[in-house]
């Protein structure tokens, strides 16, 4: 009896098995970008932060729960003053640009246009709202003057 047939035979068994009773799953992450202001600081107090969190949830010492809430307020005062810098620095930056000063900070407010129109079904009827409108304004500019030169 030869082996190699035996063998395949026993590795094809086998990846049936396998596959019928765990099947190969795959898993698809989100692909995040990278925030500006995050920095290798910061990457570093998070590992401590996490290293802590893991001796504090073994039950060891009573002080490792210290460690990691001083390493936590660490990391947060670290994080905001990192953010609160990159953003200054972004404001600074703008200070000449109104435009694009006011857009950078709706975006970070999560601010959406103000629909700027008023709601209608019929455009044709808002604008003759408009004319009506501005006409209007236009013969009262006309009869204030012509009551100031008289």
């Keep these: 009896m030869e082996l190699d047939p035996m063998v395949c035979q026993y590795n094809s068994t086998l990846r049936t098995l396998l596959d019928k009773q765990a099947p190969l799953k795959s898993k698809t992450f989100p692909v ?3 925030i500006s202001w995050f920095s ?18 073994r039950p060891l010492l009573t002080g490792h729960r210290q460690m990691y809430q001083a390493q936590k307020r660490l990391l947060n005062n670290l994080m905001n003053s990192e953010k609160a810098k990159f953003l200054n620095d972004k404001m ?11 857009k950078t900070v709706d975006g970070l407010l999560h601010r959406k246009a103000v629909q700027s129109l008023p709601a209608q079904n019929n455009i044709q009827e808002l604008a003759d709202r408009f004319i009506k409108y501005f006409i209007s304004k236009i013969v009262i500019i006309r009869q204030v003057l012509d009551t100031s030169f008289q």
């Design 40 to 57: 290798d600081e910061i990457e570093n107090a998070r590992q401590q932060r996490r290293k802590r969190e893991s001796l504090w949830r």
């Design 92 to 102: 600074v930056s703008y200070a000449g640009n109104q435009s694009t000063l006011f």
């Design 32 to 34: 995040r970008k990278m």
